[in-house]
């Protein structure tokens, strides 16, 4: 599940990005475009409208746009993600990719893996410590510190993992591409691998410092508002009271998000800023395990994605 791209908002015209196999996605307004190297070396392009879930104007207000603009990333990430695999693949067929019904059920098998490891999981990991003597029941702050430790730990271990692997490694250099191609479009400097090496591989609007506000909010809503809820209402059977908590935490997840997304918006706009550098510092940290330096032809690639992206007509 890939989010990098949805926050760019201070460049002459605002663009966001995702690495993908062997390329990048980049989105400009309603537009998204990728570029792929295939294996003959050729660097190949396409434009397409942005996917989006957030057409009626009370969508777009703060604290509510968050988890349909999550919905929507996903969706068009999916689709640029599986575009890139037909194209590294030399596969030119146009039944080469998902159909509605793969997409769905590729989103909803994405949705469900991420949740059940970043949120039930933990939950029930938490309740073994409990078990263990080293923590306190649901309602006490031992037992969601425990929960939230246990998330990162998946997080970081999970990112550290895949990083070995080379083709992830491959991605995380076009990840990187992708930040600094981003870089260079903001500071409104000409496009081109040598002028793009000097900007940083890490940005304050990457979809990994996104990740990491909704583990954090996540940890602290928990904290407060499971035990108040369970004032109101607590099966008395353990299993029931533990379902019904882990029923709460996924339905709070919408709402994470929507708080989440505007953090991150908020410290991207004014990233200069000290309260925002020091709120951007774990993301960025982050960055250095979702991110490596790429080559001059893995720049390229991310400078064709943004031009298409940008000018799509003349693409």
Same mark, same amino acid.
């Given at each position: 599940m890939n989010l990098r791209g949805?926050? &760019?908002? +201070? +460049?002459?015209?605002?663009?966001?990005?995702?690495?993908?196999?062997?390329?990048v996605m980049m989105r400009s307004k309603d537009n998204l475009a990728i570029a792929i190297r295939k294996s003959s070396g050729e660097i190949v392009t396409e434009v397409r409208p942005w996917f989006t879930l957030i057409r009626h104007p009370w969508l777009k207000k703060p604290f509510l746009r968050g988890f349909p603009i999550l919905i929507e990333t996903m969706v068009n990430g999916i689709q640029a993600l599986n575009f890139s695999a037909v194209q590294a693949a030399d596969d030119d067929e146009e039944d080469g990719e998902l159909t509605t019904w793969h997409l769905v059920l590729t989103m909803v098998l994405a949705l469900g893996a991420a949740l059940g490891l970043f949120v039930v999981l933990p939950h029930f990991l938490s309740i073994g410590m409990e078990y263990l003597? #080293? &923590?306190?029941?649901? *309602?006490?702050?031992s037992f969601h510190i425990w929960d939230g430790l246990i998330k990162m730990v998946i997080f970081v271990g999970y990112i550290l993992a895949i990083s070995f692997i080379p083709d992830i490694r491959r991605v995380f250099q076009y990840h990187g591409a992708e930040h600094k191609v981003i870089w260079t479009w903001e500071e409104g400097k000409q496009l081109s691998p040598q002028s793009s090496h000097f900007y940083s591989r890490l940005h304050p609007r990457c979809g990994t410092a996104f990740l990491l506000f909704v583990l954090v909010i996540s940890i602290m809503l928990y904290a407060i508002l499971v035990p108040f809820l369970l004032t109101f209402y607590s099966p008395e059977v353990f299993v029931l009271k533990h379902l019904y908590i882990v029923s709460m935490k996924l339905f709070l997840m919408a709402p994470v998000s929507c708080i989440a997304y505007e953090m991150i918006k908020f410290a991207g706009k004014y990233n200069k800023s000290f309260f925002c550098k020091v709120m951007?510092?774990?993301?960025?940290? #982050?960055?250095?395990?979702?991110?490596? *330096?790429?080559?001059?032809?893995?720049? *390229?690639?991310a400078i064709a994605a943004l031009q298409c992206a940008v000018n799509a007509e003349e693409c």
């Open positions: 949805l926050f &760019a908002l +201070a +460049a002459p015209q605002s663009v966001g990005g995702q690495a993908v196999i062997e390329g003597g #080293m &923590a306190g029941d649901v *309602e006490s702050l951007c510092w774990p993301g960025l940290m #982050m960055q250095i395990l979702t991110t490596k *330096e790429p080559d001059d032809s893995q720049l *390229e690639v």
